[in-house]
């Protein structure tokens, strides 16, 4: 019974939950906790699918072996061990194909940005942005509007020259301000992490949506800051040039939702709401404790009296 | 001066005149045009670290070694830019964090739109 209940509630977490849950818009108002929330829910999946794994073979062997309650005592014993032998490995393989993943992930994109940074230092036009004050300001040559971050131990925040002559100054402060905040809160780790969940999990089990919302939520997260810095409006009006300044092809959709989620924040920003963060981390708490507390402990209890330790 | 400010320059002398230097040529033009009083083995691990780094190709020349940035800096901009668009979340981390939430296909196709034009 555990093991099912374990199962439908890994199903739900992984397979109904994230659809609707980055197509709704109330996230946007505590996009923080709303990441928490995320990592909770990837996590109690996680969680699920070790307790499926460690439950079943346990009950199975329990359920069969309680119909002969003669044999139980003498036979039932190498059957059980076996069993929860096989259940443990295939724990470990679970939790080592995780970790595995999260490694590689992590030192690819430690080489490619450590090659990135060379290059970007290599190329810089330090003359162009004398006038900023930010240290690890680079400025590339290039008519192409753009602004992004290389994060890292050495991180760099890049802006190409058609960005600088795009924006005004006050603009290009919010940028920099935005950019700045990826870098403080180490947001590559959060999306790593997703990443690497999102790479090991079997593809009929996995969902891009998880990585797709928490990376939309993470630039609300650093648009707030940099909104805090310099008024919302320098931020907005940053956006708007760099979007329209390239000439977008019509198909991608997805992107213009998300933007279009942004820029209404920024146009009517609200104060965060305090109600809401609360009830999302007591939600993403309640995630990871309530199973365990409900389903696991009472199970351990009846499946440590069985297993031959 | 910093490494990292020595490595800048070096290679925006190399840039400049993009055909093979030798270190000498190097060090008189960084005295010359950017009144940079440098010793000459200074000059030379400079080059020595960007041709370890591959920025740099190192050109056997009779005795004297010379050297030559490998891409031109048009080129190496272009190859930077291109790989702050691409890698998308799910096939690796992604480098890097746009400000704006542009689509990195549709930048990728200006991109080789504007390479295109020179």
Redesign the interface.
């Known amino acids: 019974m555990t093991a099912l209940l374990l199962g439908a509630l890994g199903l739900t977490l992984s397979l109904i939950v994230p659809g609707p849950l980055a197509r709704a818009h109330w996230p946007d108002r505590a996009p923080a906790a709303a990441v928490l929330l995320w990592q909770a829910i990837t996590l109690a999946a996680v969680l699920s699918a070790l307790g499926v794994v460690l439950a079943a073979p346990e009950e199975l062997t329990r359920a069969f072996g309680s119909g002969k309650p003669v044999a139980a005592e003498g036979s039932g014993k190498p059957v059980a061990a076996a069993a929860l032998i096989g259940a443990l490995a295939v724990a470990a393989v679970i939790v080592l194909r995780l970790l595995v993943s999260l490694w590689g992930?992590?030192r690819?994109?430690r080489a490619?940005?450590e090659r990135?940074r060379?290059?970007?230092?290599?190329?810089?036009r330090?003359e162009q942005r004398q006038e900023l004050d930010a240290g690890n300001v680079r400025v590339?040559?290039?008519?192409?509007p753009?602004?992004?971050?290389?994060?890292g131990r050495e991180a760099r925040v890049?802006l190409?020259d058609g960005a600088l002559r795009l924006l005004d100054r006050e603009q290009v402060d919010a940028?920099l301000a935005?950019?700045q905040t990826?870098l403080r809160h180490r947001?590559?780790v959060v999306?790593?992490s997703?990443?690497a969940f999102?790479?090991a999990v079997p593809a009929a089990l996995r969902s891009?949506a998880p990585?797709?919302a928490v990376?939309?939520l993470?630039?609300m997260v650093?648009d707030d800051a940099a909104g805090k810095r310099t008024g919302p409006a320098p931020l907005r009006g940053?956006?708007e040039r760099?979007?329209d300044a390239?000439?977008?092809?019509e198909e991608?959709v997805p992107?213009q939702d998300?933007?279009r989620r942004?820029m209404a924040r920024l146009a009517s920003p609200q104060s965060p709401s305090r109600a809401l963060t609360g009830a999302v981390v007591a939600a993403a708490v309640a995630l990871l404790v309530l199973p365990t507390v409900i389903l696991v402990v009472p199970w351990l209890d009846q499946a440590l009296a069985v297993w031959p330790l | 001066m910093a490494l990292g400010d020595l490595e800048r320059e070096i290679m925006t002398v190399l840039w400049e005149r993009y055909l093979p230097m030798t270190v000498r040529e190097v060090h008189q033009e960084l005295a010359r045009e950017r009144h940079r009083d440098l010793a000459y083995t200074t000059v030379m691990t400079v080059l020595d670290r960007l041709a370890k780094k591959s920025v740099v190709r190192q050109i056997k020349d009779g005795r004297a070694y010379k050297y030559a940035p490998v891409q031109s800096r048009a080129e190496m901009t272009a190859a930077v830019m291109m790989d702050a668009l691409s890698g998308t979340p799910d096939q690796d981390a992604a480098l890097a964090h746009f400000v704006g939430a542009l689509p990195p296909e549709a930048l990728r196709a200006a991109l080789e739109a504007i390479q295109q034009e020179r």
């Open positions: 992930v992590s690819r994109s490619r940005r990135h060379l290059l970007v230092d290599l190329l810089d330090a590339l040559q290039g008519n192409l753009l602004a992004y971050c290389v994060p890049v190409s940028v935005h950019e990826h947001h590559e999306m790593e997703f990443t999102y790479r891009r990585l797709d990376h939309l993470l630039e650093a940053a956006l760099l979007t390239v000439p977008l092809a991608v992107e998300s933007r942004r």
